[in-house]
């Protein structure tokens, strides 16, 4: 098969400092991307700020040979996301790929969260990556290009004890996706959304340390490297990875039954009493729009 390169593209990854967004930015400039290496650099909670994290990763691109710039602001504001984007646009002209990585946790149970605790870890996920996303779309606009990873996870999609602010602000960014690459079609703009599972500061005591050796980020870099390809023409994808496991995840609709002919009332009971079949994932599948959630309900409609 021959060599994935990234000659030519321009490629920002956020929160590049460290753990699974250092291991595409590195990837991308081995493989000829030009590089913006964003991260603020705070610790796991997201206090603090400083340059070295991002600005270790651009070392490291230039040792090797590559290309790259740091940039140290906070995706959590439009001022920061569209001083990243600028970063791009001056050093390099363009943006082709926008990978949004960074991130934060704040973990409790949902009677002792902070509103402070929600807020936070909405601007840094969900909010952050509107605010990186919004500019960086409209410098793809421009060359009717572009590649967009926003990542997931699994706490969120599935479920985790302790994590509802972050559950709900990750599943957010499925919803950000759906609508963008709706919105981003025309212009050739693909995203794809990531659930990796990974070894790093924000895992280390989440996992068994026996599983956390063996979860190296170097094992997700792969398919998210494919995601922003210019071969890849899907979007849409939520893709799990970790370890060496890729599978997709779905949301999906299943055809259900329909009740009534919209003419007379429906009771309570005779909803209930169809339980099992309206919970039934039998024949789901995904749905490309919403649009098509009237192929369900058009039987209905025009009786
Ligand atoms: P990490 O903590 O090693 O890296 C996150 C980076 O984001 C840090 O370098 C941090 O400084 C940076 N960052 C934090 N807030 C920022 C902000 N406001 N602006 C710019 N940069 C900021 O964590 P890891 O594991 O590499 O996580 C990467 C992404 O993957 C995160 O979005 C995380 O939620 C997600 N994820 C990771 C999983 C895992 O198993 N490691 C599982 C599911 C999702």
Request: aromatic residues 6%.
């Amino acid at each position: 098969m021959a060599d994935l390169k990234f000659d030519g593209r321009v490629a920002i990854v956020t929160g590049a400092g460290a753990g699974l967004g250092k291991t595409y930015a590195l990837e991308l400039a081995k493989r000829g991307a030009k590089v913006v290496v964003n991260d603020l650099g705070g610790s796991r909670d997201g206090t603090g700020a400083g340059q070295k994290a991002a600005d270790q990763v651009v070392d490291e691109i230039k040792k090797a040979g590559g290309e790259a710039v740091p940039n140290y602001d906070s995706v959590a504001t439009i001022a920061g996301g569209e001083n990243i984007v600028k970063t791009a646009l001056d050093n390099f002209g363009k943006v082709d790929i926008l990978i949004n990585n960074a991130g934060i946790l704040r973990d409790k149970s949902i009677v002792k969260m902070t509103e402070e605790e929600w807020d936070l870890v909405h601007a840094v996920h969900l909010k952050g990556a509107f605010c990186v996303t919004k500019p960086a779309v409209a410098a793809m606009r421009e060359n009717s290009y572009g590649r967009i990873v926003f990542t997931t996870s699994g706490a969120g999609i599935f479920g985790n004890f302790g994590q509802t602010n972050y559950g709900a602000a990750k599943t957010g960014l499925i919803g950000l996706m759906n609508v963008l690459n709706l919105e981003g079609a025309k212009y050739n703009i693909k995203c794809n959304t990531l659930v990796p599972v990974a070894a790093s500061r924000m895992t280390e005591d989440v996992m068994p340390p026996e599983f956390f050796e063996k979860l190296k980020p170097e094992f997700v870099m792969p398919i998210v490297l494919c995601m922003v390809h210019e071969n890849n023409q899907d979007a849409g994808l939520i893709l799990n990875a970790g370890g060496g496991w890729y599978s997709r995840a779905a949301i999906v609709c299943a055809p259900g039954i329909t009740i009534g002919d919209t003419k007379r009332e429906i009771t309570v009971e005779e909803v209930w009493g169809q339980w099992d079949k309206i919970k039934s994932l039998e024949g789901a599948k995904p749905l490309a729009n919403v649009s098509e959630t009237f192929a369900f309900l058009t039987p209905l409609l025009s009786k």
